[in-house]
């Protein structure tokens, strides 16, 4: 009589589980199409569902089209011209180092979420269902038109590009293209068609979870974005490249996020009762913990042309340049208004962030997505020690110290692996610490989500007034530059460039680049805590709200802004906090319409500054080819004159043979 029940609530959590595992499996379907055939890994895949559920909503609620036809509509627009664009961007992408493809595809993320909520506003979109609600019931269960689509999608999806992968010649040439397209054309197959194939396919089956996802969530391309990101743990079961598991992963994990929540309501730790909606994170971190690392090897690696190191002024432009800031930032009450003196205090605090993420990424070449989640740590652990007693400058300390640990945490991907996948397991970590230690009572709370963060009196010094708050952040922020060119110059900082550029040929060299990597993060997390609890000092609060200060979808936003700002130790991160934070307060930058879309320029500029080289790289090989057929084109026309002996044609013709030889070697 046991097994009745016992298969009755199996039977309650297998339908809405495949369902989950559907949606899962398309999203990450279109992922693993595109990085497979291409080697890029799309961070803007959820950008683009939620702008195809944002097309199915214009037309379908606002133009008042019937569904199919606005489902059309939409796959056309974000779909199939969305691919086209993708192709385009991937193929100026083709060579660029892994630090500037996530930087490229992180800012078409994040131009589209800022689109989209400028345009749509932040509050949630509800839609009608518009697939068949009816159905038939398997136990107590009611089994829709609706599931039944989406898992009917999902499995024909995952036969349908099995076959092509295996049997046809173009999936075989999909597959080809991204280690050699030069190989590949050889063969007689243009690799411009097969990319433009594969991008395609992925972001069609973006737009289709998309508008799939619409009548179940409502659109919100926040909530869209984070369950894209979810199904990234899909694709890490399919080690980014198998599909069949892939799918196994996706119906493994649809049934984990089913089943769990039941078994999880009444638990009092946060974390077991926030464990249903991380399952897709936690798979995702211990796939790379745990996989071997020769079955998840970066794929178009050979073709990738050396990342560009961080870049110094000489000395004679250094020292005059800083002291010239010193005196800037000392001068700076005298001329600031005392209602934007604090503004300037919180840029302060994310320019030692920027300069933390820096350091990791220019000086090391490693990549974090997951950097506001140690400013966040640095923030609630210093309210939680002033709170107990501690003096300001041991609170910061301590709450430094804290954030090491996750530092090194995040590090333990990037031992084992490189390149995306250490962004990847970022990106996840981030979204992992939001959504289970913000929560907790080690950080913010359930309660009010929030901790007071007051700002000090040192010494007899009170720091409490916004010109006193301005002086401490500025001495902050100081220690913070001191200490990256102190990294820079020191034998840690040998290291961090000579891992950045082999970090095979500095294991030849006896170094241990396992430290390394450790020690760069655990000091990036460092100062990125101090920054995080200068930023908390100005509203003397620190807050773990969703889009909040701390939010994982901030971090996004840095790295493409630190980017266009340029390789600087110093001056970029001060220019991108400057760009962030402080240049709002002006005008024409302080309008509704800037604060709107400045995660489009954001992002924009975060794209023009990725494919730049490349652009650069083919108006000079343009230049170089016209080069090399200025002589054929001489001889073309010396040959044209009647009178003109052998003679004379010849010695025409090597000259400049050899003037274009010289030249391209050059």
């Given amino acids: 009589m046991r097994d009745v029940p016992a298969v009755s609530e199996f039977l309650d959590y297998l339908v809405p589980g495949l369902t989950i595992g559907s949606i899962y499996a398309i999203i990450a379907l279109g992922l693993v199409i595109t990085y497979k055939t291409t080697g890029i890994f799309n961070f803007a895949h959820g950008g683009l569902a939620a702008t195809a559920a944002y097309m199915f909503h214009q037309f379908r609620v606002e133009q008042g089209l019937p569904w199919g036809w606005a489902f059309l509509f939409s796959l056309l627009l974000v779909g199939v011209l969305g691919g086209l664009i993708m192709e385009r961007l991937a193929a100026l992408l083709a060579q660029a180092p892994t630090v500037m493809v996530v930087v490229a595809t992180v800012g078409l993320l994040v131009l589209l979420q800022s689109l989209m909520t400028a345009i749509y506003g932040a509050a949630t979109l509800r839609d009608e269902p518009y697939l068949p609600s009816g159905g038939f019931r398997l136990g107590h269960v009611l089994v829709t038109g609706a599931d039944i ?5 999902a499995l024909a999806a995952a036969i349908g590009l099995t076959y092509y992968f295996a049997r046809t010649r173009s999936g075989k040439a999909m597959t080809a293209i991204v280690d050699d397209p030069a190989l590949l054309s050889l063969q007689k197959t243009n690799p411009t068609f097969v990319r433009r194939q594969a991008w395609l396919l992925g972001s069609c089956f973006a737009a289709v979870s998309g508008m799939f996802l619409a009548p179940v969530l409502g659109i919100s391309v926040n909530t869209m974005i984070l369950l894209v990101i979810a199904a990234y743990g899909a694709a890490a079961v399919g080690r980014f490249e198998n ?14 996020v089913s089943y769990l929540p039941s078994q999880t309501r009444t638990a009092g730790s946060v974390f077991i009762s926030t464990l249903p909606q991380n399952i897709p994170f ?52 005298l001329l600031i208004p005392e209602t934007d003196i604090l503004q300037y205090a919180s840029g302060f605090g994310y320019a030692m962030i920027f300069a933390s993420l820096g350091m990791l990424v220019w000086m090391s070449g490693q990549i974090s997505l997951c950097q506001m989640s140690f400013a966040a740590v640095g923030a609630a652990i210093t309210g939680h020690m002033l709170a107990h007693g501690q003096s300001w400058p041991v609170a910061v300390l301590i709450a430094g110290l804290v954030a090491v640990p996750f530092g090194a945490v995040v590090a333990i991907p990037a031992i084992r692996l490189s390149g995306i996948y250490v962004a990847v397991a970022t990106f996840g970590f981030g979204i992992v610490v939001q959504t289970v230690f913000f929560p907790s009572d080690l950080l913010f709370g359930q309660t009010t989500n929030s901790v007071e963060v007051p700002r000090p009196v040192i010494l007899g010094i009170n720091f409490t007034t916004p010109k006193g708050y301005y002086y401490l952040a500025l001495m902050s922020l100081a220690f913070v530059l001191a200490v990256v060119l102190l990294v820079r110059r020191s034998q840690l900082g040998k290291l961090l460039r000579a891992m950045s550029d082999s970090p095979v040929a500095l294991d030849a060299h006896g170094a241990n680049t396992t430290v390394t990597r450790v020690t760069v993060f655990c000091l990036a997390a460092f100062l990125a805590a101090l920054g995080g609890a200068t930023i908390a000092g100005v509203p003397e609060q620190a807050s773990g709200l969703v889009g909040g200060t701390y939010s994982f979808t901030v971090s996004l936003v840095l790295i493409p802004l630190l980017a266009v700002c340029g390789r600087r130790p110093v001056l970029s991160p001060l220019l991108a906090a400057a760009a962030y934070q402080v240049i709002r307060i002006y005008p024409p930058f302080d309008s509704r319409t800037y604060i709107d879309y400045q995660g489009v320029l954001f992002g924009a500029a975060a794209i023009l500054a990725a494919v730049w080289p490349a652009l650069n790289l083919r108006a000079v090989l343009g230049k170089r080819a016209n080069e090399r057929r200025g002589p054929a084109r001489l001889r073309a026309r010396i040959d044209e004159l009647p009178n003109a002996s052998a003679g004379l044609a010849q010695t025409a013709t090597e000259k400049p043979t050899l003037v274009g030889a010289g030249r391209s070697w050059s």
């Fill in 149 to 153: 689509i989406q898992i009917g999608v």
């Fill in 243 to 256: 599909l069949p598991l892939t799918i196994g992963g996706a119906v493994v994990i649809g049934l984990l």
């Fill in 282 to 333: 936690i798979v995702l971190f211990l796939v790379f913990v745990f996989t071997p690392a020769r079955l998840l090897t970066a794929r178009g690696v050979r073709n990738v042309r050396r990342m560009r190191p961080m870049r110094e002024f000489p000395r004679r432009v250094t020292v005059p340049g800083l002291g010239l800031l010193l005196a800037a930032g000392l001068a700076g009450p």
